[in-house]
């Protein structure tokens, strides 16, 4: 699994799932040609533009645009053989375009599918030989190289998977959320799969910190397909999928929108035929663990099985223990009146209902984590416990010696096992 890290604490690894791609810096340098140095910058472009400055001029240099911003994200750029090649995030995966150094167009490298280029992408001036890794639901990263003057590619290292991608296909799909603003979504299933509502779906998402979740190989995926499963990724505002405003309309006072957006997904895979509410398993970590608490509180008829990882559920109390505080500029604080009221109204431990059926929920928790705190799991799970009015289970499973961002190799084997063990035992019932 290829993880950028939890985008609350980025200078940590992560273990979860899938890719968390945060957005690069504000501006960041592309490379010089001569005397003229190239730079990527988000400076009155919330998608990015390269321009280019005259080292000649020194300080005085004014920079000029080569490459204007587009709907589509500019997330990393280089120069390989007298060429400009853009990285664009496109509907949240990959394409790669070419340009040269005064910004004419040159067309397009073509990627093997539906996934996502990481970045940075690897040349020299002077060469015009491109490397670059891709990635996606079905397909382990594999490194490939482009001659940016032919488009020629070829492959230098095949990412392989014990199982037959050929079998499955990720189709990328848009529904409406509850405010009609148009939400992608990536589903990856058995290809012909029949919509008769018979499927049992794994959803996930995150929508957090402008974080943005690319298609992303994970051997949990083949696993679930494997098991007769269909596996989709909702890319909820919150994120960065569309730049800063798709997460501005999912942070602070307006966080009630992920949710409704999540909600909207799994709506939309139940009205589509690929499932039915009792075969909806979610699954969130983090911030995507307080989003799994927030919608099985709001809709616990929706869902089959709900897996939280490390979630947020105290969202009342969260700034006063340990990284929490450093939070408040994406969720606000209970410490402000205004605040008090949005949060009130989405915590997750302060709206279980007693008497509610809701639906078979595994909160993971990590003994040592010090930036979730786990006392967040143990008190909603006591709150879910004693609130629950049917036989679904509510369990809390703590791994030991371990933290918000790892655990031992063989922890990290036996929570997936289990995880998965949990969700399909529960959608079978």
């Avoid at 030989?129 to 490939?144: K, N, V």
């Avoid at 909207?264 to 509410?277: D, F």
């Avoid at 009221?341 to 010090?370: E, I, K, M, W």
Wanted: glycine residues 8%; negative net charge.
């Amino acid at each position: 699994m290829v993880d950028l890290g939890d985008p609350q604490h980025p200078h940590v690894e992560s273990t979860a799932y899938p890719l968390l791609a945060r957005s690069p810096a504000f501006h960041t340098p592309v490379d010089w040609a001569g005397d003229t140095f190239y730079v990527r910058t988000a400076l009155d472009a919330p998608h990015a533009r390269i321009v280019a400055l005259d080292l000649r001029d020194r300080e005085g240099a004014t920079p000029r645009t080569i490459v204007p911003e587009a709907s589509d994200v500019i997330v990393d750029a280089v120069i390989a053989g007298g060429r400009l090649v853009v990285n664009y995030l496109s509907d949240v995966h990959s394409r790669v375009r070419l340009f040269d150094l005064d910004g004419t167009a040159h067309g397009e490298i073509p990627l093997p599918g539906l996934g996502a280029v990481g970045w940075p992408l690897s040349s020299r001036v002077s060469s015009p030989e491109l490397f670059f890794s891709f990635q996606s639901f079905l397909e382990p990263t594999s490194i490939l190289s482009c001659n940016v003057r032919t488009g020629k590619v070829h492959s230098v290292r095949r990412g392989r998977a014990a199982f037959d991608a050929n079998r499955y296909e990720t189709r990328q799909v848009f529904y409406p959320s509850k405010d009609g603003t148009r939400i992608p979504m990536f589903v990856t299933a058995p290809r012909g799969v029949a919509l008769d509502g018979s499927h049992p779906v794994f959803l996930t998402a995150y929508g957090g910190y402008g974080s943005t979740m690319l298609p992303a190989y994970s051997a949990d995926v083949p696993v679930w397909l494997e098991q007769g499963g269909i596996y989709a990724l909702a890319n909820i505002r919150g994120g960065g999928e569309y730049g800063e405003a798709w997460h501005r309309a999912g942070m602070l006072e307006h966080k009630q929108t992920s949710f409704d957006d999540f909600i909207a997904a799994a709506e939309y895979l139940v009205k589509t035929g690929y499932t039915q509410p009792g075969r909806i398993a979610v699954y969130g970590h983090s911030n995507g663990g307080l989003l799994i608490g927030a919608v099985l509180t709001q809709r616990p008829d929706l869902f089959g099985a709900a897996v939280a990882n490390a979630g947020h559920y105290d969202m009342l109390r969260y700034q006063r223990f340990t990284a929490g505080a450093a939070w408040v500029a994406e969720y606000g604080s209970s410490d402000d009146s205004t605040a008090f009221d949005y949060l009130r109204a989405y915590s997750p431990l302060q709206n279980v209902r007693p008497g509610t059926c809701y639906p078979a929920t595994l909160l993971l928790a990590a003994d040592h984590d010090d930036r979730v705190v786990p006392a967040h799991a143990y008190k909603f799970a006591a709150a879910l416990q004693a609130a629950q009015a049917c036989d679904h289970p509510v369990l809390l499973r703590v791994a030991v010696n371990a933290s918000h961002n790892y655990a031992s190799q063989s922890e990290m084997i036996a929570e997936h096992a289990d995880m998965f063990a949990f969700i399909l035992a529960n959608l079978a019932r």
